[in-house]
Nanobody
Framework: VQLQASGGGSVQAGGSLRLSCAAS????????MNWYRQAPGKQRELVAG???????NYADSVKGRFTISRDNAKNTVYLQMNSLKSDDTAVYYC??????????WGQGTQVTVSS
């Protein structure tokens, strides 16, 4: 499985961005999908996840502002980010966990929020 993340960029606080992660391979629909982020000097943290059944979970820091979704027909997972804050500045990574618990990572996309 190869993951290609896109949609990052620079935005002012309060703005919005939508990240996309396109997956190659045939196991996308059988994989839980996650978005992680890593800010400079900090550990990588889970931002949001969506299971193969569509159940979602979010970090407390993004609840109510971020929405994760998936389109199995397009092998793509999305992260809609609204009301962005400077603390959201990080490199965002797409992650897939297969039914065999194999983990795959995308290359990351930079999100910069200026106040």
């Amino acid at each position: 499985v190869q993951l290609q993340a896109s949609g990052g960029g620079s935005v002012q606080a309060g703005g919005s961005l939508r990240l996309s992660c396109a997956a190659s391979g045939t196991i996308f629909s059988l994989s839980d999908m996650n978005w992680y982020r890593q800010a400079p000097g900090k550990q990588r943290e889970l931002v949001a996840g969506i299971t193969i059944w569509g159940s979602t979970n979010y970090a407390d820091s993004v609840k109510g502002r971020f929405t994760i979704s998936r389109d199995n027909a397009k092998n793509t997972v999305y992260l809609q980010m609204n009301s962005l804050k400077s603390d959201d500045t990080a490199v965002y990574y797409c992650n897939a966990v297969s039914s065999r618990r194999q983990s795959y990572w995308g290359q990351g996309t930079q999100v910069t929020v200026s106040s």
